[in-house]
């Protein structure tokens, strides 16, 4: 069984930064790619960041490529998104997941999702 954890959610000033943390339980973790996806009330599960299988490739979503860097540490089965001059659009829910297969910006490529940590940011 997998299990993903996110926290370091919180609430923000717009411009400070923030770091984000999933750690992963029940699978070899550097053998899966790993996302962040974002929610914000009445809105769809939007992504925002991911690094392939082999961590050489990432992914980032335009709204936040230049401000968020996604990484992991494989000895601490941990994924982490740096979030820089956050802005109030960044306020939501935000979840990370294990890739499954398929495109790395769509929902369904990924199969376990963790309960997700809220972040908002005030103007």
């Known amino acids: 069984q997998v299990q993903l954890v996110e926290s370091g959610g919180r609430l923000m000033q717009a411009g400070g930064s923030l770091r984000l943390s999933c750690a992963a339980s029940?699978?070899?973790?550097?053998?899966?790619?790993m996302g962040w996806f974002r929610q914000a009330p009445g809105s769809e599960r939007d992504f925002v960041a991911a690094f392939s299988r082999n961590g050489y490739n990432t992914y980032y979503a335009d709204s936040v490529k230049g401000r968020f860097t996604i990484s992991r540490d494989d000895a601490k089965n941990t994924v982490y998104l740096q979030m820089n001059s956050l802005k109030p659009e960044d306020t939501a829910v935000y979840y990370c997941?294990?890739?499954?297969?398929?495109?790395?910006?769509?929902?369904?490529?990924?199969?376990?999702w963790g309960q997700g940590t809220q972040v908002t940011v005030s103007s």
């Open positions: 997941a294990t890739h499954s297969t398929g495109n790395y910006y769509y929902t369904p490529s990924y199969d376990y």
């Open positions: 029940g699978r070899t973790f550097s053998d899966y790619g």
